[in-house]
């Protein structure tokens, strides 16, 4: 599976490129071991400072990750850094609304595609993700990962590689700006029964129900957003 490298290009990355194919090929699937960086020196022929720096350079990538103690493992999901596009760099009160209308123009589109593709394990996985955010309400406490879970679970039922990687990318930057301004267990509740709407449409495959269902859902959460200024989305 790894190859002898014989090249004059420089060769951590040729290394941390014959990394990355077998990756794109699936020969290596996240949470994969790697081989110890001796081994890899032999599998490929350089020498152990140059697979120190294919290293380095896919970890800076966080195409691959170090479990102290543990080795050397494939990223669960390869190539997606931290903040990838530069949130952290714009005003938190702006970012708010800024999300919130990207999500519009993504998000029903998605859960379209996720009543088209979604299969049971993908239903199940939101059902369970509901009842827990269902539980909450119930005790009034409010559990923003689970919302966010959820949202996260319907871009993996999508089955489509690019809205995998984009949505959970926009699920950080909302839990960066809820920090700052927490909601209240009355607005969780209403995100509750609107993200109930948008899980039934899935669950029958009815795929306009889920878009109109999760465009009234972000449209009540950019009214919500608006009317208290500066908290942040109500997923």
Same mark, same amino acid.
């Given at each position: /599976?790894?190859?002898?490298?014989?090249?004059?290009?420089?060769?951590?990355?040729?290394?941390?490129? *014959?990394?990355?194919?077998?990756?794109?090929? *699936?020969?290596?699937? @996240?949470?994969?071991?790697?081989?110890?960086?001796?081994?890899?020196?032999?599998?490929?022929?350089?020498?152990?400072?140059? +697979?120190?720096?294919?290293?380095?350079?896919?970890?800076? *990538?966080? #195409? =691959?990750? =170090?479990?102290?103690?543990?080795?050397?493992?494939?990223?669960?999901?390869?190539? #997606?850094?931290?903040?990838?596009?530069?949130?952290?760099?714009?005003?938190?009160?702006?970012?708010? =609304?800024?999300?919130?209308?990207?999500?519009?123009?993504?998000? &029903?589109?998605?859960?379209?595609?996720?009543?088209?593709?979604?299969?049971?394990?993908? +239903?199940?996985? /939101?059902?369970?993700?509901?009842?827990?955010?269902?539980?909450?309400?119930? /005790?009034?406490?409010?559990? =923003?990962?689970?919302?966010?879970?959820?949202?996260?679970?319907?871009?993996?039922?999508?089955?489509? @590689?690019?809205?995998?990687?984009? #949505? &959970?990318? +926009?699920?950080?930057?909302?839990?960066?700006?809820?920090?700052?301004?927490?909601?209240?267990?009355?607005?969780?509740?209403?995100?509750?029964?609107?993200? *109930?709407?948008?899980?039934?449409?899935?669950?029958?495959?009815?795929?306009?129900?889920?878009?109109?269902?999760?465009?009234?859902?972000?449209?009540?959460?950019?009214?919500?957003?608006?009317?208290?200024?500066? #908290?942040?989305?109500?997923?």
């Amino acid at each position: /599976m790894y190859q002898r490298i014989e090249t004059k290009e420089q060769l951590s990355a040729v290394v941390a490129k *014959q990394i990355k194919d077998l990756i794109r090929e *699936q020969r290596l699937k @996240p949470g994969d071991k790697l081989p110890n960086e001796m081994e890899l020196s032999k599998l490929f022929g350089v020498s152990r400072p140059t +697979i120190r720096e294919a290293m380095k350079s896919l970890i800076s *990538q966080n #195409v =691959i990750s =170090i479990r102290r103690g543990r080795g050397t493992f494939v990223s669960e999901n390869p190539g #997606v850094v931290s903040d990838p596009l530069g949130f952290d760099f714009i005003h938190s009160a702006d970012l708010q =609304i800024a999300l919130i209308e990207a999500r519009l123009i993504i998000e &029903p589109g998605a859960a379209r595609l996720a009543a088209r593709n979604a299969d049971e394990k993908d +239903i199940e996985t /939101m059902e369970h993700l509901l009842k827990e955010m269902e539980e909450s309400v119930q /005790m009034h406490h409010v559990r =923003i990962t689970k919302e966010l879970e959820f949202h996260r679970s319907i871009s993996r039922a999508t089955k489509n @590689p690019v809205i995998v990687r984009i #949505v &959970p990318v +926009i699920m950080e930057a909302i839990q960066k700006t809820y920090r700052e301004a927490p909601r209240t267990p009355e607005d969780h509740r209403q995100a509750l029964e609107e993200h *109930q709407r948008v899980l039934e449409a899935i669950r029958s495959h009815n795929s306009e129900e889920a878009y109109q269902a999760m465009r009234y859902h972000l449209e009540n959460s950019l009214q919500r957003t608006l009317s208290k200024k500066q #908290v942040p989305a109500y997923l």
